[in-house]
Each structure stands twice: as structure tokens, then as C-alpha cells.
């Protein structure tokens, strides 16, 4: 079927295959400790924020510009030693991709670096199926901004004639499909709320299986 329409899905990450919920709420708190920062905030503060840069988020929480630097090796350094221990994949992810890998062209669009990407995804036994990876290093802008999704279909060398869906669980997602001309497909299974999503699509679902099901029972 692929070679007939060629159908496209880019998959975000964090939320929508990985729940790597613990390992980056841990790593923030252990920047927090090593560089001495009295963070005022709790768990769900930091949870909120995920999806954006690295830079982005610290700036959000309350470090100052000057030191969002050291904040960010820190965490880094941290990330390194627990990311794939405490990963998971989400349930029927597996099952998601392998069906899309089926009828469509596979990539991945991601604001975490491809050098932690590229292991959890080896890790998972996903990784053969997807045909580009967009990590943050790929880009100067990350979403919300379209260039992650539009250097993914420059790699896919994507037509205007193609269909190409971004399936993810926040708004940055959406809003970074819509500026970038593609269909965008909202989950619930991640960190968006639905409310936020309903304002960028009309086609929400509870993971990414049943996105996949729905682009596959519409081509």
C-alpha cells in the first residue's frame, strides 16, 4: 500500500509512544539539589511543562537565565545513567507503530535529543521502523515552531501530493502541524488536556493504536 499513496505519520515521543514521566521529573529534581535551587513548584508543575525545550522548561520553573545552562547539564548528565530504567512504553504503542509501518512512511518528531532517543527507541524494538528522526539538535527552532516537522518531510521527500498526519499528546504538537500545512491528530494518553487539544483538532483519541486505526480505516 505504501508504494500506492504514500501515507506519512510523525509520531512525537515523550506522551505518545514513551512514558518517561519519572525519569524527567527525577532529573529536574536532581539539577534542583546538586546546584543548590530552592524550587517552589511540585510535581505537576514540572509535568506541564514537558514537550518543550530543556532551556524552556527551567526558564518556566523559576531558574534564572544565567544558570539554565549549568541546570540543563546537570540534568543531562543525570538522564543519562536512568532514561531507559525508568521508560516505558506506553500500552499498545508497540502495536501502533508496527500497524503503521504497514500502510505508512514512519518518523519521529521529537523536542529530546536524538542521543537519547535513538537508545530508548533501539531499546523498545521500535526503532527499524521509523524512516527519520527529528530531535532537538536537528533544528534551531523546536516545536511549537513547523521546521521539526517540515525537516522530517524534507528527509521523507514528501510532496505536496502526499498525506502526511503529526500524531501527539500536547498542543505544541498541533500547533507545529498546522503551521507546517499537515494533519494533526491529538492523544489523551500523555500530557495535554483534552481542552487544550480541541482547539488545534478535531480528531482526539485515547493513544496512539487508535490514531493509527483511524488514518488506516480513512485511506
Not at 88 to 103: I, R
Request: proline fraction near 4%; hydrophobic fraction near 35%; glycine fraction near 6%.
Amino acid at each position: 500500500m505504501k508504494e500506492n499513496k504514500k501515507i506519512t505519520i510523525l509520531f512525537d515521543l515523550d506522551g505518545t509512544l514513551i512514558d518517561s514521566t519519572d525519569a524527567i521529573v527525577g532529573c529536574f529534581y536532581h539539577s534542583f539539589k546538586e546546584l543548590n535551587f530552592n524550587f517552589k513548584g511540585d510535581v505537576e508543575d514540572i509535568k506541564n511543562e514537558i514537550g518543550y525545550p530543556l532551556d524552556i522548561m527551567y526558564k518556566t520553573l523559576g531558574v534564572p537565565k544565567e544558570n539554565i545552562k549549568d541546570f540543563v547539564a546537570s540534568y543531562k548528565n543525570e538522564y543519562r545513567k536512568v532514561s531507559e530504567a525508568k521508560t516505558t512504553l506506553l500500552p499498545d504503542a508497540y502495536e501502533a507503530v508496527k500497524l503503521a509501518s504497514t500502510f505508512a512512511h514512519l518518523g519521529i518528531v521529537t523536542t529530546k535529543t536524538t542521543l537519547y532517543t535513538i537508545p530508548l527507541l533501539k531499546n523498545f524494538k521500535i526503532f527499524d521502523f521509523f524512516e527519520t528522526i527529528i530531535g532537538r539538535q536537528e533544528v534551531t527552532n523546536p516545536k511549537p515552531h513547523p521546521e521539526p516537522i517540515l525537516k522530517a518531510m524534507e528527509n521523507l521527500n514528501i510532496t505536496s501530493d502526499d498525506t502526511i498526519y503529526m500524531i501527539g499528546d500536547t498542543k505544541l504538537d498541533l500547533i507545529a502541524a498546522k503551521d507546517a500545512g499537515v494533519e494533526s491528530i491529538g492523544v489523551l494518553c500523555g500530557y495535554g488536556k483534552k481542552e487544550d487539544l480541541q482547539c488545534y483538532t478535531e480528531d482526539i483519541f485515547e493513544d496512539a493504536l487508535s490514531s493509527v486505526q483511524f488514518i488506516q480505516n480513512n485511506h
